[in-house]
């Protein structure tokens, strides 16, 4: 199964919003409404931000929003902190009954 | 407290086999699906596989498919994965993950281990 498509880097100063594209094909993203969103910090391991597209786990900010069109799904984060300098990964569930990850994208806060 | 934790991870010489853990505690291990995620040293994330809670059903990435078996034992709260034909390209930090869905299955990771490492080289 092929990576998830990101973009490697993002930036946005303190407030304001970014947002990161995740695109794969209709036999993953597009075919499900099972994409989800992790935060890694160096040194860490990943956290769970969005599940099933656009939901929040117990705990996660409001400032973190998911959302879909076709084979793109996109993370937004409004009030950019710096502690949200991280890098975000995209998850799908395939057609295969396998997960696929996306490359990963460095966010800085400037 | 919901906690995952790894063991097993060493140095080992191509072609070699080894066999990774990861203790379950904070929640009803059975009830749940658990996974196994890998991160090569300043890579990215890559699925690697899958078990449901009963272990009938297990799913693998090509990359690993026909070398490495996940298992898990309920009675111990425990996850495995029995890794063979070890290559350098299997060098990586090998997290579990918890399935965040009881009756469907996806594979969105709500826990997460802090990782096991594991070096293939010679």
């Known amino acids: 199964q092929s990576a998830l498509t990101q973009p490697a880097s993002v930036s946005g100063s303190p407030g304001q919003s970014i947002t990161i594209s995740c695109t794969g094909t209709?036999?993953?993203?597009?075919?499900?409404?099972?994409v989800s969103w992790y935060q890694q910090h160096p040194g860490k391991a990943p956290k769970l931000m969005i599940y099933d597209v656009s939901n929040r786990p117990s705990g996660v900010s409001n400032r973190f929003s998911g959302s879909k069109s076709g084979n793109t799904a996109s993370l937004t984060i409004s009030g950019l902190q710096a502690e949200d300098e991280a890098d975000y990964y995209c998850?799908?569930?395939?057609?295969?009954?396998?997960?696929?990850f996306g490359g990963g994208t460095k966010l800085t806060v400037l | 407290e919901v906690q995952l934790v790894e063991s097993g991870g060493v140095v080992v010489q191509p072609g070699g086999s080894l066999r990774l853990s990861c203790a379950a505690s904070?929640?009803?291990?059975?009830?749940?699906?658990m996974h196994w995620v890998r991160q090569a040293p300043g890579k990215g994330l890559e699925w690697v596989s899958l078990i449901s809670w009963d272990g009938g059903s297990t799913y693998y990435a090509d990359s690993v498919k026909g070398r490495f078996t996940i298992s898990r034992d309920n009675s111990k709260n425990s996850l495995y994965l029995q890794m063979n034909s070890l290559r350098a390209e299997d060098t990586a930090l090998y997290y579990c993950?918890?399935?965040?869905?009881?009756?469907?299955?996806?594979?969105?990771?709500?826990?997460w281990g802090q990782g096991t490492m594991v070096t293939v080289s010679s």
């Open positions: 993950a918890k399935e965040r869905g009881v009756v469907v299955i996806t594979y969105a990771f709500d826990i």
């Open positions: 209709s036999s993953d993203v597009g075919g499900y409404n099972y």
């Open positions: 998850s799908s569930y395939t057609s295969s009954s396998k997960g696929v």
């Open positions: 904070g929640f009803t291990f059975d009830d749940y699906a």
